[in-house]
Each structure stands twice: as C-alpha cells, then as structure tokens.
C-alpha cells in the first residue's frame, strides 16, 4: 500500500509487515507511487506494445506460481538462525573475501552447511557467532571433533553445519 507519506510492505506468506516512511513533508500519491515505479524499475503500461504487466507491489496475494514454491521460503526450524546469521553478514563479508554459501548437510540432524573458503576458521567463526559482542543470543557451538569434521551451531531446534578453511 503506497500513501502521502509511507509504503507499507506486507511479506504475504507470513503476514509480517514493514512501514517505510517519508520524513520531509507530505508528498502526492501519485508522486509516491510514480517514485516507487521508477525505484523499483516497472515500466508504466505500455499502450504501443500492450504491456499490462502489474508492478508486484500492488499485488494483494501471490500468484499460483509464487504459492507453487512457497516451500522455499517456507518457515523451517532454522529460520531464526539463518536469519541472525544474515544480519551479522555485512561484518563478516566486509573483513575477507570469503565465498561463503549454503550447501546440504552431511548429517541428518543439520538442515543445511554453511562454507566459506577463505578467513576465520570452523572454530573462530563458532566461537564468534556465541560470544560477545555479536553473538547471536542463545546459540550454541560444537566445535568439528577432527580435522577435517564440521562445526554446529544450534538455535533452539535449528542446527546448521559451519565448515571454514582448516586453518
């Protein structure tokens, strides 16, 4: 929902809600919604070629083929770790070059595994993301047992592999 002075974003498979507003004076709907279409890159409807494409924001519900793989961004056990693993991203991203990314798990009690090739170790990055000062709040680490095993590190039900360079 687009107003005079605020876009109102709703995450439609879970209903969270998210407010962005305007904090210089009032602007027109139609100013704020053209300035929105210029952001987001959606061309006006197009009467040459009859493009009749709507932008997604003023979508009121997904579509048949967003509900189709909405079991990909479907809430899991991990969700709230992941999710404070992406918020501390930007300090981790900013200190190496480190090719991080998701790949399965080698055990069965772990959703996914998160490798990185280069920087912190297994060990250094689970002793970071447990203590402070940016520790995510209530997690827990096991360090790899041998050389060449991977970390876990647990929220509540959420596990996930941490597996970095040996040294």
Known sequence: MVTRKALLLRHLPTGARLEIRENVGGVALRDMQMLLEDEVRVSRQNEETQDRRQPVWTQGQMTRSES???????PTATTNLRSALLTRANLWWSASRHQAHLVPARR?????CLRWT???TTSEMGVLLTEEPVKIPGARFTPPSILYDVGLIQLNEGVLELKGPLS
């Open 118 to 120: 280069a920087g912190s």
């Open 68 to 74: 189709a793989m909405a079991h990909h961004w479907a």
């Open 108 to 112: 069965s009690s772990a959703e996914r």
